[in-house]
């Protein structure tokens, strides 16, 4: 559905494999997307964030909080998001 841009479904699709399984930082990840996809800015940084309390080493969840957190003016938390992100590598 994320792929679709059909966000809502995307969004309750991710929320009940969450149910089952909660602690999976690609559901988390893919969570905070459709959640940035339907402009949900405060749900997507916190899916992001969960996925980043079990792997904080995940670049693309510190590269999708970034992109949430400029998009509600917190240039300051997008860009320390960022910038360690490409300290693990991230190209984008």
Sequence with gaps: HCLAGRWHEAIAD?????????????????GG???SG???WSKAI???SDA????????????????AWEAIGKSANA?????????????R
């Design 46 to 48: 916190a899916d992001y």
């Design 14 to 30: 991710v929320s009940a494999a969450l149910e089952e399984f909660a602690s999976d930082v690609g559901l988390l990840t893919l």
């Design 38 to 40: 339907a402009r949900q």
């Design 79 to 91: 860009d320390r998001d960022r910038r360690r992100a490409q300290s693990l590598g991230a190209t």
């Design 52 to 67: 980043l309390a079990i792997d904080p080493l995940d670049a693309d969840a510190l590269l999708g909080r970034a992109d």
């Design 33 to 35: 997307d459709a959640y």
